[in-house]
C-alpha cells in the first residue's frame, strides 16, 4: 500500500494534471471521494506524518483548482468539499490529541509518529501560538501535528475551531482559487510540474529554515 502511495505522489509531482484526468475519467465523480479521503488524512490522521510525511496537499488543491477552470471538476463542489474535509481532519486530530496524547507523546518508541515531527511541531506552535493553527495548513507535517497538539495540550475547543475553520478556508480557498485562475494561463499548463516543484518548496521553507536554525544551534 505505500509503494503504491509514494508511486502515486513521484507521479503526481511530474505529470499531476495527467494523474487526476486519469482518476476523473476512470471513476468519474468517485473522484470527489478519493480527494476528500487525501485532505482528511492529511489534516486528520496523525500517523500521516510518519507513513506518509510528504502526502502533496498543497500542489493537489492547486491542481485541482486547475482542472476546475477546464470544467474536469466542478469548483462548486471540490471547494467547498475539501473545506470541510480539512476541517473534519482537524476535528477528529483534535480528539484524538485529547485522549490519547499523553499515551502517544509519552511512548518510547516511535510507534505512530516520529518524535522528531514533534518537536519541530512543538516548536512551531511555541513561536506562533494559536495562529500556528492556522498557518500551520500551509507547512506540510506540521498542519497534521498541530491540531493533535491542540488536543492533547487542552487548547480551548471554541477557540481552536474557530482558528480551524478560518484556516481551511484559506488553505484550500485560496491555493485553490490561484489554481483556477493561473490555469487560464498557457505558460502554466505547459510548464505545471516547475509549478508543483515551487510550490513544494515555497511549502516546505518554514520547515527547512527551523531545521537549519536548529542544526546551526547545536554546533
Same mark, same amino acid.
Not at 4 to 22: A, E, R, T, Y
Not at 42 to 68: C, H, K, N, R, Y
Not at 95 to 109: E, P
Not at 111 to 119: C, P
Given at each position: 500500500?505505500?509503494e503504491?502511495?509514494?508511486?502515486? !505522489? ?13 482518476i ?7 473522484v ?43 469548483i ?18 483534535y ?15 516511535d ?6 515531527? !514533534?518537536?519541530k ?23 497534521? !501535528? ?5 488536543g492533547?495540550?487542552?487548547v ?64
Open positions: 500500500m505505500l503504491s502511495i509514494w508511486n502515486f !505522489i513521484i507521479d503526481f509531482v511530474s505529470k499531476p494534471d495527467q494523474v487526476l484526468l486519469s476523473i475519467e476512470k471513476y468519474n465523480n468517485w470527489y471521494v478519493f480527494l476528500f479521503a487525501i485532505i482528511f488524512a492529511e489534516t486528520g490522521l496523525i500517523v500521516a506524518s510518519f507513513l506518509m510525511p510528504f502526502l502533496p496537499g498543497d500542489a493537489l488543491i492547486f491542481t485541482i483548482g486547475l482542472l476546475a477552470q477546464e470544467e474536469s471538476l466542478n462548486w463542489i471540490v471547494i467547498p468539499l475539501l473545506m470541510f474535509a480539512a476541517i473534519l481532519g482537524d476535528n477528529v486530530n480528539y484524538v490529541g485529547k485522549r490519547f496524547g499523553d499515551y502517544i507523546m509519552n511512548s518510547d518508541k510507534r505512530f509518529i516520529k518524535k522528531s515531527h !514533534i518537536q511541531a512543538k516548536d512551531f506552535f511555541d513561536k506562533n501560538g494559536k495562529n500556528s493553527i492556522i498557518i500551520a495548513r500551509f507547512v506540510p507535517v506540521v498542519r497534521t !501535528i498541530v491540531p493533535f497538539l491542540c492533547s495540550t487542552k480551548k475547543y471554541s477557540t481552536f475551531l474557530t482558528f480551524s475553520v478560518i484556516g481551511a478556508f484559506l488553505w484550500v480557498g485560496v491555493i485553490g482559487l490561484l489554481g483556477y485562475n493561473l490555469g487560464k494561463i498557457q505558460w502554466v499548463k505547459e510548464n505545471l510540474d516547475l509549478m508543483i516543484w515551487g510550490i513544494i518548496i515555497l511549502a516546505n521553507i518554514p520547515l527547512i529554515k527551523q531545521i537549519f536554525f536548529s542544526k546551526k544551534k547545536e554546533v
